[in-house]
């Protein structure tokens, strides 16, 4: 069970001055319990990409299989892939409609024909599931913060129990706390068994939370492998967009005069190396203690 | 810090009730450019109109969304505005160039009441403003008439309009886009064009709201090093940010709770307050927690702020 992109190609005004490659040649796989995000600079091809993984955009040329069914014109099963895969849009203001959160998170499971006595029982799941309580069900959603709104988009998606969820973006504008709190729930809907792919331009995020990266180049995928093999690569060849955090980037550099600097995006590591390699004798970073 | 030098913008007792909502603050529905076609539902209608349902005293039950704020910002200074989602940063944001105006208070920019619908138009050509989703104030088809629709309004002769928009594009990053129509842009640069709108403007202060969120980090980078330039060359800066790493070239920062100024002083000196950052809903950056550490716990001569390439420095500093 898993969403598997082969081959992709997306041309945006085909034929037309405008006509733009934002997708090439793009392939890889995720499983439902995998946390799979998709980095690179603005204009890479990410969201053309996240819109193509529930048919709100269909393959050019190659393929997306969601489960074992292909999104194509015409396809019996875009219905059940839109089910399947839940998407985040980039800015939640847009999702959002509804007079109160309750209706808003409703709407899901009602287009999908759950019965209405069912209703109450998936919004409260579904709220307390994005980490907010029933209190919020007669809010206006335009009323709310903007880490609030993110909350209740997500919640109104996992009312329609995707077994993927897409989000484009979903930490720009939430304040840090709100940020580790969203970071934290993914990472409780992926222990449920819900595959997360997180298009993110915060590598720090994808570096802590990925099993695997995705880095995208002008559409094209140039590297699909883990977080510290994506540090690596970071290290050795510039990605356009694309710097290494802070403190991997303290630590690349500190490996350079030091080879057994670990190369790390963990503070804390990077830390406890710099305090053992101080107090070790031969080090030259004694000579610099006042 | 330039003690002597001019008050661009000054709140006094500044308390704000959105008409309508109940606590609520507006993430920037419907503004248009700077030329006042705001037509958010919790805007007024016009500068200067207090709305009916907010008698003189405030409004029971309505949490206002900035509570006796008090503040000035001063000639040639990039002050960064701090604080969690909801603590009023974009609302006082929106009074520094006449978009909202005070319930309770007064808010003058180069001395003149944003209260006075006649001062409208000089402020808004003082102060420009970027804001928080670039969708909102994209208003061209194409570019670079999206990025010349501030200095038109302006009244700027067309040649001058030609160079500004020229010279913003370029800092911005999208000269070679300037063709290209407004809906081909993704979002980072969508964003990257707002600021351009505003930097074409070529206003004395620039205020921007979450600038950087929707950028990739070498994006971010660049527009903090544009901002920078600006601010060398003088030019008066606000800027909200939820990144504590983006202030380090700040010379002040306020920190909003609640709607209320919970804390205001120099960069170093916020970092000495990380004990409360949970409190203000800030988040030390992985950077500035390990150097804070590695300052309480070691001896080693790290810099006093700590910036990437200070803490690269020093700590590969070589005996």
Known sequence: ?290 | MKTESRTVCELRDVTYVYPGGTSGRDSGKGQGKESGGETGRSSPEAPGHIPEEIPSGLPAGKRPALSDVTLEVREGEWLALLGSNGSGKSTLAKHLNALLTPTQGDCTVFGMSTKDPHNTFAIRSAVSMVFQNPENQIVGTVVEEDAAFGPENQGTPPEEIETRVRNALAAAGLLEKRKKPTYTLSGGEKQRLAVAGALAMDTPCLVLDEPTAMLDPQGRHELLSILDTLHEGGKTIVSITHRLEEILSCDRAVVLLEGRIAWEGDIPGLFARSESFRKWGLDAPPLVSLWTELRAETQLPLPPVPTLSGMIESLCRLS
Not at chain 1, 48 to 63: C, D, F, K, V
Not at chain 1, 110 to 118: A, D, L, Q, S, Y
Not at chain 1, 211 to 239: A, Y
């Open chain 1, 1 to 290: 069970m898993s969403i598997i992109v082969e081959a992709l190609y997306h041309t945006y005004h085909p034929g037309t001055p405008l006509e733009t490659r934002a997708v090439e040649n793009i392939s890889f796989e995720c499983g439902r319990g995998e946390w799979l995000s998709v980095v690179g600079h603005t204009g890479s091809g990410k969201s053309t990409l996240a819109q193509h993984l529930n048919g709100i955009l269909l393959p050019e040329r190659g393929s997306v299989t969601i489960d074992g069914m292909e999104s194509r014109e015409k396809s019996p099963h875009l219905r059940e892939i839109r089910r399947s895969v839940g998407l985040v849009f980039q800015y939640p203001e847009q999702q959002l409609f509804a007079e109160s959160v309750f209706e808003e998170i409703a709407f899901a499971p009602r287009n999908w024909g759950v019965p209405e006595t069912g209703i109450p029982a998936i919004v409260s799941s579904s709220l307390s599931l994005a980490g907010l309580d029933e209190s919020y069900c007669a809010r206006s959603p335009f009323h709310l913060s903007g880490g609030e709104k993110r909350k209740v988009a997500i919640a109104s998606v996992l009312a329609g129990t995707p077994s993927y969820l897409v989000l484009d973006e979903p930490t720009a504008g939430l304040d840090s706390w709100s940020r580790k709190e969203l970071v934290s729930l993914l990472g409780r809907l992926k222990s449920e068994g819900l595959g997360i792919l997180l298009v993110t331009h915060d590598l720090d995020i994808a570096l802590q939370c990925s099993d695997s990266i995705l880095m995208l180049d002008h559409g094209r995928g140039i590297v699909n492998d883990t977080p510290q093999k994506v540090m690596e690569h970071l290290q050795s060849c510039p990605v356009p967009g694309l710097h290494l955090p802070e403190i991997a980037a303290l630590s690349s550099a500190l490996r350079r005069k030091e080879p057994s600097a670990p190369l790390t995006y963990d503070w804390k590591e990077l830390k406890r190396w710099i305090k053992n390699h101080a107090a070790t004798e031969a080090s030259p970073l004694t000579g610099r203690k006042s």
